[in-house]
């Protein structure tokens, strides 16, 4: 059984950062497109980063060169390092693991993901 847990959201000033984690169990991460989402009050959900089985990285361009996605293959553990936070980051923010090995420029897609987490808030305040 596939579960994924995310930890480390909280509220935050604007300029500030956090890093949230997912760890997995049922689910090894170095075989999974993994990919981290966030939902705003009243919108889509909308995908964040991603990172393939062979360590690729992509970005939202509302993100790029503010986040960082990486994942501990020992641990389990997927991370999203988040700096210079905006207001508009604020949102539930999920990770989300595909079966497909690479991640393609369908990262931002829900329906590529096969399993989600239950979300962690963040909250920037202006």
């Known amino acids: 059984q596939v579960q994924l847990v995310e930890s480390g959201g909280g509220s935050v000033q604007a300029g500030g950062f956090l890093r949230l984690s997912c760890a997995a169990s049922?689910?090894?991460?170095?075989?999974?497109?993994m990919a981290w989402f966030r939902q705003a009050p009243g919108k889509e959900r909308e995908g964040v980063a991603s990172i393939d089985s062979d360590g690729r990285t992509r970005y939202a361009d509302s993100v790029k060169g503010r986040f960082t996605i990486s994942q501990d293959n020992a641990k389990n553990t997927l991370y999203l390092q988040m700096n210079s936070l905006k207001p508009e980051d604020t949102g539930l923010y999920y990770c989300?693991?595909?079966?497909?090995?690479?991640?393609?420029?369908?990262?931002?897609?829900?329906?590529?993901?096969?399993?989600w987490g239950q979300g962690t808030q963040v909250t920037v305040s202006s």
């Open positions: 989300a693991a595909s079966t497909q090995r690479s991640c393609g420029n369908w990262f931002t897609q829900t329906w590529a993901y096969n399993y």
């Open positions: 049922g689910v090894t991460y170095s075989r999974y497109c």
